[in-house]
């Protein structure tokens, strides 16, 4: 039997505890295996995707994904199983048109998330190519009043993790009307955040805090995009039409879906994992967060069905909304805060359902330690990638000295080809890739929880 | 600027070079940014899998494919583009039926490659279902004479690597005719090769040397293998028709495609660099093996038109008929051995198109040492993964005390997915992967040239 020791420093109980790697090892090793030959989640992910669809907040789809969460999760031998009502917003999209003037040139377009409607006749006017938000500083509020501003500038290519591409990119989604609309700008076009050079629109959220007017904003397809710069190029004074019916509703009642375990020996310290179960209107929200919800179920699934006794509080939390505000998330950390549960161990997986890469890190420099000190077991899974800072939108709103948060880190190569876009659909997702990830998750939790980690 | 010092010991004329870390991560980090923005290979892909199809040696499509990669490297600024003449064993599928007899359940199945043909009126006889060929051995002649042998266990799900899993399923395609045909067997029905539960059957090389009877061999999805199994499970005295038209022809000429820039300090050292263009013929070949070949001209030419000036002489080599007897790749390193070609470096892909994971080494240990010296490069771009021993089946021919032969590994969860079957098609693949691919390949061909690393 091989031994090795935890680095000193980091756990306030089993501090030089000696790790039995032979045991470990064929412990994760089991869990893997049962993850490989059931796949669980990838089965979970088939009834979310094609039974439930598509569940954006406050949306009948989105009560749908509770029920069939919870009766799922009903289903598993949970101590308890809940919900926690979360306040969200409702708005739907309704139908756009967009076309140039005078041209039967095709535009792929959808609204972004929250966007305001256009007047009922529809806009039109000539359109302003500028690159990106920041480039908006070279014009004047002249050039761009009464116009509709086209924010061509496509996510870079060059990044290797596409996350970094899409912090960069995002921009001009979020707050392109906002800025745009401080220049008198009619409407925003942007260029689908994407790094996949199709025609498929991709929505995401956007905000008017700050604007000078709400003014409405669509992204186009890539070639789309590319179809509009191309017709701009020969006529520099075309005109597009635009509708949209898109409508804000009062908010609504949902719900954070949850499973608990109580644990053996520290009930009062808490572990979760989660995804968020929302995702956007125009698909199945395979990659966004459909892998991250099923994961989490099934990573803390695959260490309930091992008979392993968790030493603490385990809970699977499927997040509301993280999509359009992060509602659910916030309020799962404010109750969280006003009844005095201590979270220690936090996983989340949002990032998609492809191969593991590794784990964010998000925790004081002893949790890192601790996390690091790990990573030998889950090496043979393809798992190399330690950073350090940021774990993941939901899961972040509980950081504290006194917790370690994990964001479980895919592959990011095809991620941002799906995300938000009408081709987030289950046969995106490689049902290998997506369960290696939740036996990556489950054997972490197991790690943590047997060596009772703690920063 | 960093200065790092390669180890000592394995190359013979920079022993102790300093390596201009500085000058060398920004080199390669610019044949990134090329492979990942132009998109060559991807596009070269797209043209091979949509434009020429699929091309088993011997084909029409084969030849086309000859034509068309000719073609390609002749706008490439080559010193020189060459066909080596190969001869290729020339096998056509026919037409395939295979039902359960008096039963409407549907089986999808294909011919294995190579296999003989049914009598012309067809074979119909009881099925016995056996996990594997090693479990012939439990039973007797008397049992099995006659009879059409069902081999159904799955490819195993457990590997992490799916080319292990592979290696250890593929026994029953590649010999399961041959090993019943001496226990007198009628024909011989297996489940895929496959790690995906589709209804896509694969299809993939057989031998009969060594058999007693040249026998039918073919190959079911594997839903359908399930339904076989199960109405064996209701009636184990079912009987299958089985009607197949496979025809042997006399071999054709065929031929490797080659690229040469020659070398500017040692023109008598040979690298090459190189993938299979021959496909099964029931797809595009998209993973097996376009992108290696594509991968495999594009990270050539990425360093072509870097400016980089080479050191020896390089060569892209698309072999022929990897598939069935490899010829191709025996064919171009006799044809080496007889004129005293040197070669020093091989680096191949023919593991699909998938995220990039490291390089397999084939290389005296000092060699390895060399490889090993250079993974800090490419860690950045997700390559962490080296193992040792083995480079590939075509590069594989070359091997010699004299050489480092690298195969390139992209990650494997989807390989066996698509592999053989109608399913690798160009769609499978993700850009951004494959053209990491690509650069990870130009940049170690660029460092094995730059610091003239022999083993």
Redesign the interface.
Known sequence: MKKIFLLAGFASVTAFAQIDTTADEAFIRGI??DA??NQQGYQWLHELCKEVGPRLAGSEGAERAVEWAQETLDTLGFDRVYLQPVEVPHWERGELSVAIAGSSIELNACALGGSVPTPEEGITAEVIEIPDVDDLKNYTREDIEGKVVFFSAPMR??Y?N?GSAYGEAVKKRHTGAMEASKYGAAAVIIRSVT???DDAPHTGSMTYEGAEERIPSIALGYQSADRLHNALQQNPALKVNMTLTSQWFDPVMSYNVIGEIVGSEFPDEIAVVGGHLDSWDLAEGAQDDGAGSVQSMDGLFLLMRSGYEFKRTHRVVLYMNEEFGLDGAREYARVAQETGERHVIGIESDGGG??P?GFSIQSLPSGVEAVESFKWFLE???L??YSIGWSGADIGQLRNDDAILLGYRA?S??YF?YHHAPTDVFESI????LQ?GAASMASMLYLLDKYEVRP
Do not use: F, H, S
């Open positions: 893997y295996d490989l030959l290519q060059t290797i596409t790094t996949r050079m492809d191969v890469r043979p899974y393809g190399r990638e592959d190569q095809r080809d490689n049902a290998r890739a290696l």
